[in-house]
């Protein structure tokens, strides 16, 4: 139930708000999008497995956005930040995968 | 290799582990559930998956305004252009009737008159009627084969298949030459930029309708036999670029918008 009101809050919050997102802050919402899926995936698998706790899940999701968005914004200040987010991508693109086929297995023990 | 292989063995949080392994430590206390601390966590994703999709059609909407405007500035442009160039036509021919006016006042005017309505037919400040071919080239059907990538294309009609065209035709002893309504001077080229067909640095739209007048009996055949005709036989053969050419009795050919006069002046005159 309070999973659901979570993401209820969350959906009707973000589109309430409707805040214009600085130009300069652009770059970073693909980051934090692929970061925040790595971390739900990851959640999802750890509640398949019995092992999910939200304490874990919260703290790996803030941390995942924020350094994410940090080595991109270190990147972009030494001039390679393009090739920073293609390497944040793939390294969540390669978790989110292996999760994605472990929660697979799980549901569907294929 | 092994940050990679890491990456692959251990895709999961190795903090759900230790949780985990915490819990089964201190024995009981199942923290699998819900909390207030789970809600503020999805609330936080659920607000970042909103925020960048509401971002992502924000942003493609100011793509297609700046697009549509542009779109609709370069029409503008277009119309004002075929505005002014209406403009000039009218006054140019304003012109002529006064020239010819004050010319047919004296007899050695009269024939001034012929010479330069002569003049004026060869070097394309006047337009001219009469007999002559039309020659229609088009792009290949769709269906033509063309290349992925679009960088060479050969199912389309270019500019060097007009240039052989019209050089075929003055070959052919055409007297005046049109391209789509583009009178073809001395001081016309026909060229192309970005895959567009500019005559008279007017961008063309396929088909291209090519008016030659001149001599209705000699002009079709020694043009389908010569360069010209050659050439179009050739392209049509191997990009399945269509291509027709009839002979009219009555045919059209309009002066060529604003020729200026140059020639040099000697140093120190002006």
Same mark, same amino acid.
């Given at each position: 139930?309070?999973p659901?009101?979570?993401?209820?809050?969350?959906?009707?919050a973000?589109?309430?708000?409707?805040?214009?997102?600085?130009l300069?802050?652009?770059?970073?919402?693909?980051?934090?999008?692929v970061?925040?899926?790595d971390?739900?995936f990851?959640?999802l698998?750890a509640?398949l497995d019995?092992?999910?706790?939200d304490k874990?899940?919260?703290?790996?999701? *803030?941390?995942n956005? !924020?350094?994410? +968005?940090? @080595? $991109?914004f270190l990147g972009?200040? /030494?001039? *390679?930040?393009a090739q !920073?987010?293609? +390497?944040? @991508? $793939?390294?969540?693109?390669i978790? /989110?995968?292996?999760?994605v086929a472990a929660?697979?297995?799980? @549901?569907?023990?294929? | 290799?092994?940050?990679l292989?890491?990456?692959?063995?251990?895709p999961?949080?190795?903090?759900y582990?230790?949780?985990?392994a915490?819990?089964?430590?201190?024995?009981?206390?199942?923290?699998?559930?819900?909390?207030?601390?789970l809600?503020i966590g999805l609330?936080?994703?659920a607000l970042?998956?909103?925020?960048?999709?509401?971002?992502?059609?924000?942003?493609?909407?100011?793509?297609?305004?700046?697009?549509?405007?542009?779109m609709?500035?370069?029409t503008?442009?277009?119309?004002?252009?075929?505005?002014?160039?209406?403009?000039?036509?009218?006054?140019q021919?304003e012109?002529?009737?006064?020239e010819?006016?004050?010319?047919?006042?004296?007899a050695?005017?009269?024939?001034l008159?012929?010479?330069l309505?002569?003049m004026?037919a060869?070097?394309?400040a006047?337009?001219?009627?009469?007999?002559?071919i039309?020659v229609?080239?088009?792009d290949?059907?769709s269906?033509?084969?063309?290349?992925?990538?679009?960088?060479v294309?050969?199912?389309?009609?270019?500019d060097?298949?007009?240039q052989?065209?019209?050089n075929?035709?003055w070959a052919?002893?055409?007297?005046?030459?049109?391209?789509?309504?583009?009178?073809?001077?001395?001081?016309?080229?026909?060229?192309?930029a970005?895959?567009?067909?500019?005559v008279?640095?007017?961008?063309?739209?396929p088909?291209?309708?090519?008016?030659a007048?001149g001599d209705?009996r000699?002009?079709?055949s020694?043009?389908v036999?010569?360069?010209?005709?050659?050439w179009?036989?050739?392209?049509s053969?191997?990009?399945?670029?269509r291509?027709?050419?009839?002979s009219?009795?009555?045919l059209?050919?309009?002066?060529?918008?604003?020729?200026?006069l140059?020639h040099?002046?000697?140093?120190?005159?002006?």
């Amino acid at each position: 139930m309070i999973p659901a009101i979570g993401l209820l809050l969350g959906i009707l919050a973000g589109l309430l708000i409707d805040v214009e997102i600085p130009l300069s802050l652009q770059p970073y919402l693909p980051i934090a999008v692929v970061a925040a899926l790595d971390a739900v995936f990851g959640g999802l698998r750890a509640l398949l497995d019995g092992i999910f706790d939200d304490k874990v899940f919260v703290v790996s999701f *803030v941390a995942n956005v !924020l350094i994410a +968005a940090f @080595i $991109v914004f270190l990147g972009d200040q /030494l001039g *390679v930040g393009a090739q !920073l987010s293609t +390497a944040v @991508i $793939v390294v969540l693109g390669i978790r /989110l995968f292996t999760n994605v086929a472990a929660i697979r297995r799980h @549901i569907f023990n294929a | 290799m092994s940050l990679l292989n890491d990456l692959f063995d251990r895709p999961l949080d190795e903090g759900y582990a230790l949780a985990a392994a915490r819990r089964e430590r201190s024995g009981g206390d199942d923290r699998t559930g819900s909390s207030w601390l789970l809600l503020i966590g999805l609330l936080g994703v659920a607000l970042v998956f909103t925020v960048a999709a509401t971002q992502a059609r924000r942003t493609a909407g100011v793509l297609s305004a700046e697009r549509e405007s542009l779109m609709s500035r370069i029409t503008e442009r277009d119309a004002r252009t075929e505005e002014l160039e209406s403009q000039i036509a009218a006054m140019q021919d304003e012109l002529s009737a006064i020239e010819s006016a004050q010319l047919a006042r004296t007899a050695e005017g009269a024939t001034l008159q012929e010479e330069l309505e002569d003049m004026q037919a060869a070097a394309g400040a006047g337009a001219v009627a009469g007999p002559g071919i039309v020659v229609t080239v088009e792009d290949a059907p769709s269906e033509a084969p063309t290349t992925e990538d679009g960088a060479v294309d050969y199912g389309r009609v270019l500019d060097v298949d007009l240039q052989r065209v019209v050089n075929g035709l003055w070959a052919a002893g055409a007297e005046a030459v049109a391209v789509n309504g583009q009178r073809v001077t001395g001081l016309t080229a026909i060229r192309s930029a970005n895959d567009v067909v500019l005559v008279n640095y007017r961008p063309l739209r396929p088909p291209y309708e090519v008016v030659a007048l001149g001599d209705p009996r000699t002009l079709p055949s020694r043009f389908v036999d010569g360069p010209g005709g050659t050439w179009l036989q050739a392209i049509s053969g191997a990009h399945d670029i269509r291509f027709d050419i009839r002979s009219e009795e009555e045919l059209t050919v309009p002066a060529s918008g604003g020729s200026t006069l140059r020639h040099a002046v000697p140093e120190g005159s002006s």
